[in-house]
């Protein structure tokens, strides 16, 4: 038994036809354009200074000495220094901090709530964070320089300001930011 069949049945209207690639493009041009000025420019222009020695209002080319001094120059290798430094002590930290924390939660009772409270930093933008901790971290009004000064761990300068403790305060920062990434894990 077949059902009947109306004979003016036709295919429905397509009031929005499947735009073209084209259309995709031409949305997407503004933004790559923007994207490519704001990066290339920059980056072709720090090429160009790179082989020149820049002075207000002059650059006179250098024939690459500014790359061959580079082995030599005792800031360049103090800055791979702490880079490494830096590198080693957050690795450490947050991977300690993290893998610990990761077997602490795992099965517990409130497991849910104390991942969500501690991914809280990780979301933080960078720049908020670093805004935050450079207000605690403060001479005149912050609460960590004004409890590590009251302990006698400080001095009167601020815990950014004094070399011996930069590194140390930024370390911080980055490990309370990114362990969450290594609960996750």
């Not at 960590?144 to 911080?172: C, E, F, N, R």
């Amino acid at each position: 038994e077949s059902r009947p069949v109306a004979s003016g049945v036709t295919e429905p209207l397509k009031l929005n036809p499947k735009p073209s690639r084209a259309y995709f493009f031409w949305l997407m041009a503004p933004a790559i354009i923007l994207l490519a000025c704001i990066s290339l420019y920059p980056f072709f222009w720090m090429i160009y200074m790179s082989l020149h020695d820049v002075e207000l209002g002059s650059a006179v080319w250098n024939n690459f000495e500014n790359f061959t001094k580079l082995p030599s120059d005792s800031r360049y290798l103090k800055g791979w220094a702490l880079l490494f430094q830096y590198s080693a002590l957050c690795l450490v930290l947050q991977i300690g901090i993290g893998v610990f924390l990761a077997v602490a939660l795992n099965g517990s009772r409130f497991e849910k709530f104390l991942v969500t409270a501690f991914l809280m930093p990780m979301m933080m933008a960078p720049i908020v964070a670093g805004l935050v901790w450079y207000y605690l971290y403060n001479s005149t009004f912050g609460w960590y320089h004004w409890l590590m000064q009251s302990v006698g761990l400080l001095g009167a300068k601020s815990i950014l300001g004094d070399p011996s403790t930069a590194m140390l305060g930024i370390v911080i920062v980055d490990v309370w930011q990114w362990t969450p990434l290594i609960i996750l894990i």
